[in-house]
T-cell receptor, first 114, second 111 residues
């Protein structure tokens, strides 16, 4: 089955610690995205990548970093500089540069601060 | 620029009631429009889409029509079920790879 997997489902971070959220897709999509979702709020774009080895900051990139070394993988690191990381993180992918194509979402990772 | 404005929630309806969730957009060019649904603790799933003016997207009894003249894409369902309880997001995609989402509308259907 094609799709997007995110791991872990729950992640706990201690103060001052960096943590990495995994996102893998086997849909052969060029574009991948990371969103943050806070309770009762919409999706806010953190980073997106249109091709391998290239990515752009979204609206709330501060305190986060990404890499895109392989087409199928787009990990997100939440650094210690992100002072309020508790949220639900969603990864998505889409076929590149076709405005008729939808995004496909992973099941999400919930990050909690200890 | 591109943006989506969505009806504030939460919305509570009785089973078999009629549902409308309003969505209006601002966009340059000719965007595609989408409705996504999110069940508790899960990612978003595509519910329906429309890619040009006057197109009607439909799925699982839900419908939405792309209205260029009113820049709207309102979601409707004639008879909601308890299983429709979820959060609904309106979104648009322009010429680039970015998607623009509304803030989401929470729907609760009571038996």
């Amino acid at each position: 089955d094609g799709g997007i997997t995110q791991s872990p489902k729950y992640l706990f971070r201690k103060e001052g610690q960096n943590v990495t959220l995994s996102c893998e897709q086997n849909l052969n999509h060029d574009a991948m995205y990371w969103y943050r979702q806070d309770p009762g709020q919409g999706l806010r774009l953190i980073y997106y990548s249109q091709i391998v080895n290239d990515f752009q900051k979204g609206d709330i990139a501060e305190g986060y970093s990404v890499s895109r070394e392989k087409k199928e993988s787009f990990p997100l690191t939440v650094t210690s500089a992100q002072k309020n990381p508790t949220a639900f993180y969603l990864c998505a992918s889409s076929i590149g540069r076709n405005r008729e194509e939808t995004q496909y979402f992973g099941p999400g990772t919930r990050l909690l601060v200890l | 620029g591109n943006s989506v404005t969505q009806m504030e929630g939460p919305v509570t309806l009785s089973e078999e009631a009629f549902l409308t969730i309003n969505c209006t957009y601002t966009a340059t060019g000719y965007p595609s429009l989408f409705w996504y649904v999110q069940y508790p603790g899960e990612g978003l799933q595509l519910l329906l889409k429309a890619t040009k003016a006057d197109d009607k997207g439909s799925n699982k009894g839900f419908e939405a029509t792309y209205r260029k003249e009113t820049t709207s894409f309102h979601l409707e369902k004639g008879s909601v079920q308890v299983s429709d309880s979820a959060v609904y997001f309106c979104a648009l995609r322009g010429t680039g790879n970015q998607f623009y989402f509304g803030t989401g509308t929470s729907l609760t259907v009571i038996p």
